[in-house]
Antibody, heavy 119, light 107 residues
C-alpha cells in the first residue's frame, strides 16, 4: 500500500526555524514527484511546491518562493518542508501528496502536519 | 495563474438527492487536467476524480465528472450520509491551483 506518513504537530515561536517531514512507503520513492499543500484554519487548499526526489528538481508556487524550502533525502525516502524564520501567519496544516508524474493530480495524501506559531 | 471558481459555496441537500457541483476556470484547460477531491472535517483530502472524468480507485460510481474548456461539473447521483463533506476542484494544466471549495451539507 502506498502511504505518505508525516511528522507530528509542532508548536513554535515567531522567528524560530522548523523542518517537517513526509516519508514515502510502499513505492519507489525516487520515481514520483511529491507536492506540498497548505491549508490555513478554516480555509481552502494552496499548492506550495513540488520536488522530484530522484534528482531533487524543485518547483515553487510564486506565492511561496523564497518563503519555504523543499528538499528530499531519497536514501530515507523522505521529503521535507522547512522555514528559516516562522511567522504567525505560517500557522496552518501542511499536507504532502504524491503526483503520478510531473504534471498531475495529488494522490495519496499524507495525514497532515499542524504547525502552530505563537508567542 | 489559472483561477478556479466553485459554485455554490454551500449546497444543502438531503440523503438520496442529486448533487451538482460546478468548477469554472479563468482560462481554457484540457479536461484531462482537472481533478476533484473530497475532504471531511479533520481529515486529509481524498482524490475522487482525475482526468476530468476518471474515478480514483475505490470511488463509487455515484460520483461522476464531466466538462471541458472552462466549465466542469462533479455530480453525486444519490447522496449517501458519508458524502456530506467539502469538495475541491484542482487544475494541473498550468502549475496547480485549487478552487475555494463547495460544502455539501445535510438539509
Amino acid at each position: 500500500e502506498v502511504q505518505l506518513v508525516q511528522s507530528g504537530a509542532e508548536v513554535k515561536k515567531p522567528g524560530e526555524s522548523l523542518k517537517i517531514s513526509c516519508k514515502g512507503l510502499g513505492y519507489n520513492f525516487t520515481n514520483y514527484w511529491i507536492g506540498w499543500v497548505r491549508q490555513m484554519p478554516g480555509k481552502g487548499l494552496e499548492w506550495m511546491g513540488i520536488i522530484y526526489p530522484g534528482d531533487s528538481d524543485t518547483r515553487y508556487s510564486p506565492s511561496f518562493q523564497g518563503q519555504v524550502t523543499i528538499s528530499a533525502d531519497k536514501s530515507i525516502t523522505t521529503a521535507y518542508l522547512q522555514w528559516s524564520s516562522l511567522e504567525a501567519s505560517d500557522s496552518a496544516k501542511y499536507y504532502c501528496a504524491r503526483l503520478p508524474s510531473w504534471t498531475g493530480w495529488f494522490d495519496p495524501w499524507g495525514q497532515g502536519t499542524l504547525v502552530t506559531v505563537s508567542s | 495563474e489559472v483561477v478556479l471558481t466553485q459554485s455554490p459555496g454551500t449546497l444543502s441537500l438531503s440523503p438520496g438527492e442529486r448533487a451538482t457541483l460546478s468548477c469554472r476556470a479563468s482560462q481554457r484547460i484540457g479536461s484531462r487536467y482537472l481533478a476533484w477531491y473530497q475532504q471531511k472535517s479533520g481529515q486529509a483530502p481524498r482524490l475522487l476524480m482525475y482526468g476530468g472524468s476518471a474515478r480514483a480507485t475505490g470511488i463509487p460510481d455515484r460520483f461522476s465528472g464531466s466538462g471541458s474548456g472552462t466549465d466542469f461539473t462533479l455530480t453525486i447521483s444519490r447522496l449517501e450520509p458519508e458524502d456530506f463533506a467539502m469538495y475541491y476542484c484542482q487544475q494541473y494544466s498550468t502549475s496547480w491551483t485549487f478552487g475555494q471549495g463547495t460544502k455539501v451539507e445535510i438539509k
